[in-house]
């Protein structure tokens, strides 16, 4: 069964790391993409991601037990993780020819982006409904 993990990285100033895909990709050239990618077979979810981020990144991940992850199962039965994590490394950022650039956004730029890629639709819904429960708990 396949199962594909992402990172939401933030940076010291809250902002989230989100990458832009090369034009190698055969569907979703040039849309902004998230660290990550397919957990290979027999492999941990979070020893898979970290392995992901630092092949496309060169960035370490420090998972901590404060870290939020939300996780879904598709109608297909692929199974989906999305972390919040932190970066053990202040290392520069170097990406993979899988990527042609990096930027830091806010959340709020993150979820008002119109993505192509439903991993990252996901993620906006998540972000966004982790922002109304913080407003409601003010």
Known sequence: MKHAAKALIRDSQGKILVLQRSETHPHL??????????????????????????????????????????????????????????????????????????MWMTEEELVAHEAIDAFMHRAQEWLSAQEGSRKGQT
Request: proline fraction near 3%; charged fraction near 25%.
């Open 29 to 102: 050239a040039h849309d902004i993409d998230l660290p990550g990618g397919e957990i290979e077979d027999g492999e941990l979810v979070e020893s898979g991601l970290t392995r992901e981020v630092a092949e496309e990144t060169g960035l370490s991940l420090l998972f901590t037990p404060e870290d939020r992850k939300h996780a879904w199962q598709s109608l297909f039965g692929a199974e989906y993780s999305l972390y919040e994590v932190s970066t053990s490394t202040d290392n520069q950022i170097v990406i993979s020819w899988e990527h042609e650039s990096y």
